[in-house]
């Protein structure tokens, strides 16, 4: 009596064979920091030069005051806000971004380019040409 063995078909390879699960679920805890509602808006703001809470609420338009100060306070345990205190009367509060901040500010510049080609191309009318 023989023994049939079976052989599991070959999978296709998809190109991301080489990402490791665990990098994979790094990337997706930033991601899912910077993705938080408000949390882009935030960092565009400062990345636009706003230092203070009110240039910061006038940047975000529709965000409470409550959240805008959970997520400067989340942005900047995650070190990408730093907050400054000024001792003067009244206290003088300071925000900016960090160099690391920064950094994933022009981290990002890809797939907000990428954002805007996708919007282009899918909410584009078959009777419009290219844009």
Known sequence: MAIET?????????????IDDEKCRLFTGY??????????GIMM????????????RAAVRGISDRLLN??????????L??????PTTPVLV?????????SLMRALQPLV?????????????PDQGRV
């Open 6 to 18: 079976r052989v599991a078909p070959e999978r296709p390879t998809t190109g991301y064979e080489h």
């Open 31 to 40: 991601i899912e920091t910077i993705g938080k509602k408000w949390s882009g």
């Open 45 to 56: 703001a400062a990345a636009r030069g706003a230092t203070r809470f009110v240039e910061y």
């Open 70 to 79: 959970q997520r400067l306070k989340e942005l900047e345990a995650e070190g």
């Open 81 to 86: 806000i730093e907050r400054t205190v000024v």
């Open 94 to 102: 300071r925000y900016r971004l960090t160099e690391r901040g920064r």
């Open 113 to 125: 380019a990428w954002s805007v080609d996708d919007y282009e191309r899918t909410h584009r009318r």
